[in-house]
């Protein structure tokens, strides 16, 4: 371990909700003192959290909670990598910027007008379609 990764285990983060609770393995005491067991522990939840983020990714088409399930694995990988633990904490911290963005008055009216505005275009263009050619499928219908 370097130097680096030891202040950082021992510094707390900004926006920790325990200030207390450092960077880095989480895995219990007697796999943390063998070396081989470690790296053992540390391949075995690398492959479990990528199995994890791959169904999440595969799931961002089909029909299921993708994003759900690859932050749940980056939340597997952030038991035992740092850089994962970062990850997860600037997404956490963005995700509830953005929630107090949308709950401010302001945007919150300017994103009401601009959807209205959006529907209302769609129902001229509608309209303006069905008046120009008639309610007319494009492919025959079977009666």
Request: no cysteine.
């Amino acid at each position: 371990m370097n130097a680096e990764s030891d202040e950082r285990r021992s510094a707390p983060a900004d926006g920790d909700a325990e200030p207390g609770k450092g960077l880095g393995s989480r895995a219990p005491h007697f796999i943390k003192r063998s070396r081989p067991l470690h790296l053992s522990w540390q391949a075995g939840v690398f492959v479990v959290g990528l199995a994890v983020v791959v169904a999440g990714i595969i799931m961002l088409p089909l029909p299921g909670p993708g994003w759900l399930v690859i932050f749940g694995g980056m939340a597997i990988w952030a038991t035992e990598f740092v850089w994962a633990q970062l990850v997860l904490r600037w997404t956490k911290r963005k995700v509830t910027e953005a929630a107090h963005r949308a709950l401010d008055p302001k945007v919150r009216r300017r994103n009401i007008t601009l959807t209205v505005l959006g529907l209302l275009i769609i129902a001229g263009l509608a309209g303006f379609y069905v008046a120009s050619y008639g309610l007319t499928l494009p492919w025959k219908a079977a009666h």
